[in-house]
């Protein structure tokens, strides 16, 4: 029951903007930080953003991106503008990331993993 799902993805020109979501079922994402990875075919696996749960502190590894989150809708979003054909990759959400700075990765309290929404730029 406990799980997070990633929507939203899709094809879009360079310059153009997106905006995906993270739904959670099963668990309150109020009382948990958030983070969005992405990872490229043959690349590994990255942080872009996070937020933290209480007092909402975001951080980036681009300031193309901008992360908030909806406790009444239970739901994390990442809006990704000035899209590049480098961000085509397969974007997920995760609960409890390590953030700092504009460094965003994975701890061992890390979970709840999305089965990730694909976003292609493309002309």
């Known amino acids: 029951q406990v799980q997070l799902v990633e929507s939203g993805g899709g094809l879009v020109q360079p310059g153009g903007s997106l905006r995906l979501s993270c739904a959670a079922s099963?668990?309150?994402?109020?009382?948990?930080?958030i983070g969005w990875f992405r990872q490229a075919p043959g690349k590994e696996r990255e942080g872009v953003a996070c937020?933290?749960?209480?007092?909402p502190k975001t951080y980036y590894s681009e300031d193309r991106l901008t992360i908030s989150r909806d406790n009444a809708k239970n739901t994390a979003y990442l809006q990704i503008d000035s899209l590049k054909p480098e961000d085509t990759a397969v974007y997920f959400c995760a609960a409890e990331p390590v953030c700092f700075g504009r460094i965003i990765i994975v701890g061992t309290r890390t979970g709840y993993w999305g089965q990730g929404t694909q976003v292609t730029v493309s002309s």
């Open positions: 937020i933290s749960d209480g007092y």
């Open positions: 099963g668990f309150s994402l109020e009382n948990h930080a």
